[in-house]
């Protein structure tokens, strides 16, 4: 028989367990993606990885999830000559980008109907993630040998 002050300190130390996880953007974000009806299975995240390298999750909000991948040089290149014979404006590069890139999103809204940042928002996500950085953050991370 366990005693009042023991079941106190148990249900403090479990409250406590909650809170960091709850802290923990990657926990929430993958226990969000976890809920997802029409989330992909996991060895599908895992042949994901295989084929691209890296795979990244992001969320607006435990309900608008994203998974995406870089952008490699070679596709950046044939998305550049695309965007000039085209005639592409911004808002048409960020969504063939992301075409590109996206590999899953928890809501099925076409780009076009998204809310107004979500699309540039992301792109500036897939671009630091394919390496591209604001040369000031660049030169921070520059160490003289």
């Known amino acids: ?34 809920e997802q009806p029409g989330r992909p299975p996991e060895d599908q995240i895992e042949e994901w990885k295989a084929e691209h390298g890296e795979v990244s999750l992001f969320g607006f909000s435990e309900e608008d999830l994203y998974i995406f991948r870089p952008l490699m040089r070679g596709e950046y290149s044939a998305l550049q000559r ?11 590069w960020e969504e ?31 671009m630091v993630g394919s390496n591209f950085f604001n040369p000031q953050v660049a030169a921070t991370l520059v160490v003289r040998l």
């Open 96 to 126: 063939l980008v992301l075409t590109t890139v996206v590999l899953y999103k928890s809501q099925d809204v076409p780009w076009s109907k998204a809310k107004a940042g979500t699309c540039s928002t992301l792109l500036e996500l897939v």
């Open 1 to 34: 028989m366990t005693d009042k002050k023991t079941e106190e300190v148990t249900e403090e130390v479990k409250a406590e367990e909650v809170k960091v996880d709850e802290d923990n953007p990657e926990v929430v974000l993958k226990g969000a993606l976890a």
């Open 82 to 92: 695309k965007m000039v014979e085209e005639q592409l404006d911004q808002l048409q």
